[in-house]
């Protein structure tokens, strides 16, 4: 079968650190991806991972370690703006579609 | 502006009727997705399409059908042989089929009475 794990909820204080893991178990890998979602809107492209390592896009940091099928995503200096739901995304071969973790709630709080 | 819509936003239905889901793109992308989307859950692909009048199931696509007669167009029916129609509907596309990064509109709510 094919997996994503992601934690449910993270809680965490405006301008400290957060990281939601991803764990993932597909049949093959081309690559992880990592979307923001508000309560009820559309999902958003936040980052992409194809070799393993740090991408870094503003406060926004996604790592990936292919022979571990894990990454996360690192959100820094947290805002109240970043409460939603981040979902990790994998595609299992070039040309293929995306599959989808359950997604992580993160609330920040004051 | 480019974009992706969905109309409506909110759609009422009763049981046993079916409905069709809107989803305009004039981004000149390729590839075109429809995903549902259930309280507190990820999203589950329904049907994709790679190309203009080429579609394939995805892994939920019982009770659905779509077509793609139009590059920018990719309409969703929702029929009466859908168990649970009630949830999030998502439109998305991409430039080019397996691209890392889908551009989604903002949804269809569809609520089956």
């Known amino acids: 079968g094919q997996s994503l794990e992601q934690p449910s909820e993270v809680t965490a204080v405006e301008g400290a650190i957060v990281q939601i893991n991803c764990t993932y178990q597909t049949s093959g890998f081309y690559g992880l991806s990592w979307y923001q979602q508000h309560d009820g809107g559309a999902p958003t492209f936040l980052s992409y991972n194809g070799l393993d390592g740090l991408e870094e896009t503003g406060r926004f940091s996604s790592f990936l370690s292919r022979s571990d099928s894990y990454g996360y995503l690192l959100l820094q200096e947290l805002q109240m703006k970043d409460s939603a739901s981040y979902f990790c995304a994998v595609r299992q071969n070039q040309g293929g579609k995306l599959i989808f973790g359950q997604g992580t709630e993160l609330s920040v709080k004051p | 502006d480019g974009g992706i819509t969905q109309s409506p936003k909110y759609l009422f239905r009763k049981e046993g009727q079916n409905v069709t889901l809107s989803c305009e793109q004039n981004l000149n992308h390729d590839a075109m997705y429809w995903y549902r989307q259930d309280p507190g859950q990820g999203l589950r692909l329904i049907y994709y399409?790679?190309?203009?009048?080429?579609?394939q199931k995805g892994d939920i696509a019982e009770g659905y059908s779509v077509s793609r007669e139009k590059k920018e167009s990719f309409p969703l029916t929702v029929t009466s042989a859908q168990k649970n129609p009630t949830a999030f509907y998502l439109c998305?596309?991409?430039?080019?089929?397996?691209?890392?990064?889908?551009?989604f509109g903002p949804g269809t709510r569809l609520t089956v009475l």
């Open positions: 998305a596309s991409s430039i080019v089929p397996g691209d890392n990064e889908q551009f």
């Open positions: 399409s790679q190309i203009v009048n080429d579609f």
